[in-house]
């Protein structure tokens, strides 16, 4: 015999002792779905026969299956369920997650249950309990439907059973598109048949002239969103049109709250007369029965959500939350025709609603309707598109999967509407935002990678990131952490292009860009047109046109005043950029000098003082070496290790005096783009360097005071001879006090070899420069050999992980994805950043 | 790292008897960071010098030591630091560990010598001293030296930078040589003021056999304690304990050393606990929130209190609410008593569910915390998602920071503050949210008012209109 059971169920395995239910899960079922009383019976006590475990058992059996289902899959409960009171159970637990219960009995007789139980030596149990059982069974066998099964089936030949899964009514999942989904009619047929007209649709029209059916060149499939009648001119207009489109298979709809109750009304139900439904029932006054019928009967079966395109499209009158897409149950359906409400009526009497799509975080787009706005704003990656059409504003379609949003005028006020039209909660409001965001260890999956961030980390990245960075509307990245390169072996080097070269050789990469190294401080820039394209994009509203952040996201100054005048000089210098990228703001990688400007106290504090001890305590200490050497004591080597060492001394104050000069304003200051990271609509990471910085030389040329040219070299890895010019350019740039350079492989930051993400970019620092990180005396042969033990692995692991959640910051952003989605990536680069690593690398 | 010691006593160089240093012979020592070496510039009858320089392994310091494998203080500072230069508390060491028999005012060779006070000249170089000269001379002077500290520039390069943390020190006097050694041995590292290992019980000790006979005289003696004993406070007691135990003289002197720039600015925080407290009692909650804790001043007595039912205190640092767990000693109270709090880490510009459903929340000297333009996401938080009954928020009034004596114009309280808003400037933040979020506020002072700039602090206190 066949069953045909939906896909997404709680199936109920019910028998006496001795039927054969374990046996039936193991022959039809997977193991993992099948959870059997007797083994929660084990787990719990050691025993699958110690009755006196049963009540602990079944709660562990019930927990599990919630979390199997809340999941979405599928439970089989092989337990006896043949009392009523262990039955309603599993129905409460399938309907608190909104799947459907179904039930199985295995109707075995029982003298073959009871052979089959004496031939165990575990049961102990006498046949009168069986008998029992099977007197609750007969008692409810006929009840089954009645207590909320769904579907019951009953085996007597449990060797000859087929299974059929059903697939829900809301699954689409295999019609892909591309879709025109439209917004709430409400009985506005002209400016439907405009709106249609609008996005290339062909109307056909009956010999009347009504429009019956509607078909599109390239074959895209309408959906509408519901509440097609009601209030408007002409709804019946509106049916005949949609139920033409839908039976011929150019349109899906699902129903709205306007829909449910007219079928109530045309069967007979009592309904209140209200809101627009008498306009509706007059209009069909002029109809035939039949097509009354008709409209009764498509109503009805209408489904009250749709999933399409793989899952991806989530379309419901009212949306939908996550846990409920593809669930069937009474409050799913409740949810999808009027949404969730508070409980509480606003002034006009209104049910308040529950903001839900504040709360969204699931990856499926949801489209709806119901609330009227002025305007469509996109929430986490849902949408309302009911701009009130029928209240005199528009109606509106969303071109999927191309996002575009087309729109037709109401031709008049069709009917007053209760109160006025209020926009949405604005797309961009930090007040989405929410700490379970970002908090706890977290497993984030990107097309980069899967990383861990563990709640440790993501506890340290709090503090920093609401305490001191910038809003999280602008933090639209965060720039990785950079690895030297292996470390070199010639004599007085601890890094040397040589193993940068050889690095990115191994992996793969043919061609690399060598950027000069400039001394400052990394800054990323965020410049918009103006405030308020900054406020229209961003959803900040203080006044700023932007920002410029340190590569843990703090304010670069604290001044707004100066960051407005640094972005002023920007803007300025980027101005045909914003029309060339057609955008309206830019994402800029930067270095911003002097080093002191951001580092002064730490220069002073550290740099500055170690320069001063040595100052006063070495030409003291040689004086006195050299006095005892005047007495015959013999000190020599002492002197001349202590005479390197205050020329040492000198040379690391040399090394940071360079990185070292007075500003004043923005007087002295220098900023050294070197990427366009992002602009709107797009990240740039996938463009190879030469882009990046032929457009960087364009914004230097047009304002050479303030910013600041990054000299290169681009090198291909098998050609000897750029490899030594480089090297020579390196040991010149370094010779006269220059930090070093950066080796990025040539295609860009996307740049895969041998289909592995390859480091970003490799800092190869100079002699001098790391006298800073690594102390004075470090080139001396005795340190040098120790400090060359030293381990890149970790560095590089976090340098990559770091990478690849910026480069899906910036897909997200281009996306425009939710806040929530970027502000999670950008987090947790700066949650991977307090993890401990030798801060020399 | 480099100190020398000379004098002029005839014949001069008996130095080296007490010293047990050949003025001859060159030495060197293995000693914690370094070797030491101790030599003799000039040795004639008339006058002998001798030098002790500690020669840094900056490689070797830089290592995590044993026990210590994966420090949490992962900074650069760990690697490029003045240890290899200054005159430190390694350089203590390394006297305590040249001179031991000196120290303690022994000699076999000259006996007779160490009891009598001889003309000497001590020299010490790059000597980090926190305070400034001011400090040297209060720490040298009572004991009857004649003190010369010169600072040191930072960088000459930039004149603007200023002097560094490092003089340049003389002491000329006569002692006897085991009191100049021991005067060093303690009062060095209190310049330093930052002790290169941890302290422990026998520091205390240490610091008790070296002070013998002075310190517990020394006009500065607090000061003196608790530094050496790197401000650990139980320990700086035991050892003040001790002093005064071997001390007839039981005198109180009130330190003289500066008071620290931070700890002046710092707001009164007693008078805004009260306030916060009569205002919570006045609103009949039983479920409060304290949001921005920190280490639990408001949750002790909130928790003394039996009407708080349930409490909660909230805060971004981690740090704090370890600290604040500690305080209220959670692990130890009662099961009943422990239901009462919860300690949780939040952030008051994220949205947190947990905070959802309480009668009052309460952000006592929180908000002038964070950026200004970081405020409307604190108030959609507070009073948009957590949304309690009653909110209570405290900030100070910049008015009256002119009645702060010492706080320079234009100087906020406390280093971290953002922002501190004037009487109207508060009224009006609090008129604008409350009228955004539902909420009637009512301003009230906190401490005394002064006619012309108000109260210290202020206080608004917010209830849902009706």
Redesign the interface.
Known sequence: MNLDIPELSLIALVGISGSGKSTFARRYFKPTEVLSSDAFRAMVADDENDQSASKDAFEALHHVAGIRLRAGRRVVVDATNVQQHARAELVKLAREHDVLPVAIVLDTPEPIAWERTQARQDRTFGRQVLRSQQQNLRRSLRNLGREGFRKVHVVTDPGDVTITYERAWNDKREITGPFDIIGDVHGCRSELETLLTKLGWAIERDEAGRPVNATHPEGRLAVFVGDLVDRGPDSPGVLRLVMGMTAAGTALCVPGNHEQKLLRKLRGRKVSVTHGLAETLSQLEAETPEFIESAATWIDGLVSHLRLDGGRLVVAHAGLKEEFHGRASGRVRAFCLYGETTGETDEYGLPVRYPWANDYRGSAMVVYGHVPTPKPEWVNNTICLDTGCVFGGHLTALRYPEKDLVSVPAERMHYEPVKPLVPATPARD??????????GRRHIRTDYGALTVDAENA??A??V???FAV??RYLLWLPPTMSPPSTSTLEGYLEYPTEAFADYRAVGVERVVCEEKHMGSRAVVLVCRDAASAAGRFGVD?G?SGTVYTRTGR?FFTD?ELTEALLARVRAAADPLFDELATDWLLLDCELLPWSAKAGALI?G?????????????P??L???D??IG?????SE?RA??AA?AAN?GAF?EAY?RY?WPIDGLDGIQLAPFMILASEGASHTARDHGWHLALCDRLVAADPDLLRRTDRRIVDLGDETAIKEATEWWLELTGAGGEGMVIKPYNGLQHRAKGKPVQPGIKCRGREYLR???????TEPR?LE??RDRGLQRKRGLALREHGLGLAALDAVAAGEPLWRVHELVFAVLALESE?????L | ??L?ISTTHSPATDLGFLLVKHP?R?QSVETTGGTA?V?????TPARC?V?L?L?VD??EL?RPSKGQR?P?N????R????R????SSLLTVALGKVFRSALKGASRDRPELVDVALPLEI?V??L?CRGGVKVVEQLFAPLGWAVTATP????P??PD?GD???V?LRLTGRRKLAEALNHLYVLLPVLDDAKHYWVSEDEVDKLLRAGEGWLAGHPVKELITRRYLANRRSLALSALERLQAASDELETTDEPEEVDESERKKPLVKLPTEAVLAALAESGAARVLDLGCGPGTLLLELMADRRYIEIVGAD???ASLRIAERRLKLDRLPERQRGRIKLV??????????LKGYDAAVLMEVIE???E??LP?LE??VF??ANPATVIVTTPNVEYNVRYEGLAHEHLRHDDHRFEWTRAQFAAWAARVAEAYGYDAHIRPVGDVDPEVGSPTQLAFFRKAA
């Open positions: 930090d007040a989405t935002l929410n700490l379970a965001d970002v908090t506890a340290a709090l503090e990131m609401s305490r809003d999280p203080d700023s304010p707004a002073k550290q740099y500055a003082a170690v320069g001063a001890a040595a100052r006063a305590a070495l003291t200490a004086s006195a070496l006095a005892g007495r015959g004591l013999d000190l002492l290790r202590t060492r001394a104050t005096r070292c800073i990180i690594y102390g004075p005396d470090y340190h120790r400090l401990p690593t030798d801060p020399r | 790292m480099l020398t001859d060159p070496y030599w003799y510039p000039e040795a010098t030098a320089l020669d900056p490689v830089a994966s949490d992962f900074s650069l500072g690697y490029v630091n003045d290899p230069y200054a005159a020299e170089s790059a980090p040191v520039p930072l960088d390069a930039f930078w560094s943390r490092y340049q971004v640092s981690s880490q939040s952030a008051l510009t994220y949205h947190d569910d947990r915390h964070l950026d333009v970081r996401a959609r938080a948009g998602h």
